[in-house]
C-alpha cells in the first residue's frame, strides 16, 4: 500500500512557493501539523483528516508531485 511521506508533502509545497504558514492557512490546520507532517521521514504523523486537507488543498494549488491518495493510507493513519 503507497502512503505519501513528510518529504513528498514538503515537496510538493515547495513546488508551489508557498511557505508552511500558507499552506496551513489554506488547509485551516496549526502550523504546527504543516511542520509535524513534513518533518516525518515515512508516513506524516497527522491525523488522516489534517493529511486530507494539506493533500487536497495542495492538489487545488497545483502542486506537482502528489503521488498518493490519502485513502490508500495505512490502518494506523485510520486510527488516528
Given at each position: ?15 508551489i512557493r508557498w511557505a508552511p504558514r500558507d499552506l496551513a492557512r489554506h488547509a485551516k490546520v496549526p502550523v504546527s501539523v ?47
Amino acid at each position: 500500500m503507497r502512503v505519501i511521506t513528510g518529504p513528498q508533502l514538503l515537496a510538493a509545497r515547495l513546488s508551489i512557493r508557498w511557505a508552511p504558514r500558507d499552506l496551513a492557512r489554506h488547509a485551516k490546520v496549526p502550523v504546527s501539523v504543516v511542520e509535524r507532517a513534513e518533518s516525518s521521514p515515512g508516513e506524516p504523523t497527522v491525523t488522516i483528516a489534517q493529511l486530507n486537507a494539506l493533500m487536497q488543498t495542495l492538489r487545488t494549488a497545483g502542486a506537482s508531485v502528489l503521488q498518493a491518495d490519502p485513502s490508500s493510507c495505512g490502518e494506523d493513519a485510520k486510527n488516528r
